[in-house]
């Protein structure tokens, strides 16, 4: 008596529907990559804190040019002294982290990096892609403006505001080679600019490409 034919399994095919989605995993490369680049182009720390630099403000339009002109050539250290001071509030305040990272992680693993098929199903009920997008966006406007979250994020950047604003108008940018300060946006910068956008487009794209 024959045997019955055995039928091959493509191990590849389970193997990218148990990996990492694709979009996903670009959009951690990039996330790696940007933060390593923003480390490289940063100025070394003993310039930004020269005693020696430091000095009073002739005027308001002295200090205004004080902080351009500073802002443009540390603005890589000064984006980590922001993003220390979010992280010490974030840290001090577990209820605000733990909100926070939920909600990152509803965004990520259940609209912008989940196949749009099968459909979502939660508590036995099927979410179409509209209704998931709508539940995100009331809880993303709860979170911020209901709960402390909001008052914990803006009050760090105010502080961390506070800070950089108060050291560019005291560090006298006189010793700093400015011919660098026009320079094009890179690194952390890049999320804050039009390479944030398209970074962010780029990395995004093929999620939201499936649910046009």
Same mark, same amino acid.
């Given at each position: 008596?024959?045997?019955? $034919? ?47 630099? /430091?000095s009073k403000p002739e005027s308001?339009?002295d200090a205004t040019l004080r ?41 990520? /693993? ?57 050291h560019s108008a005291f560090r ?27 970074? $962010? ?8 490409? $499936?649910?046009?």
């Amino acid at each position: 008596m024959a045997s019955p $034919a055995v039928l091959p399994i493509n191990n590849t095919d389970t193997a990218q529907q148990i990996g990492p989605n694709p979009a996903f995993r670009s959009f951690i490369n990039h996330i790696s990559t940007t933060v390593q680049t923003g480390f490289a182009n940063r100025r070394p720390w003993s310039e930004l804190f020269d005693r020696s630099a /430091f000095s009073k403000p002739e005027s308001f339009s002295d200090a205004t040019l004080r902080i351009h002109k500073n802002y443009s050539y540390f603005r890589i250290n000064y984006l980590c002294l922001l993003a220390a001071v979010l992280a010490f509030s974030l840290i001090t305040n577990p209820f605000s982290l733990l909100t926070l990272s939920a909600l990152l992680a509803a965004w990520l /693993f259940l609209y912008l990096f989940r196949p749009s098929d099968p459909p979502l199903v939660l508590f036995g009920r099927q979410f179409s892609e509209r209704e998931t997008l709508g539940v995100l966006i009331v809880s993303t406007v709860a979170v911020i403006f209901v709960t402390s979250v909001g008052a914990v994020l803006v009050s760090a950047l105010m502080v961390g505001l506070g800070i950089v604003c108060t050291h560019s108008a005291f560090r006298a940018p006189e010793d700093l080679f400015l011919d660098d300060q026009e320079s094009p946006a890179t690194g952390f910068l890049s999320f804050l600019g039009g390479g944030a956008t398209n970074a $962010a487009a780029i990395a995004v794209a093929p999620a939201v490409a $499936a649910r046009v």
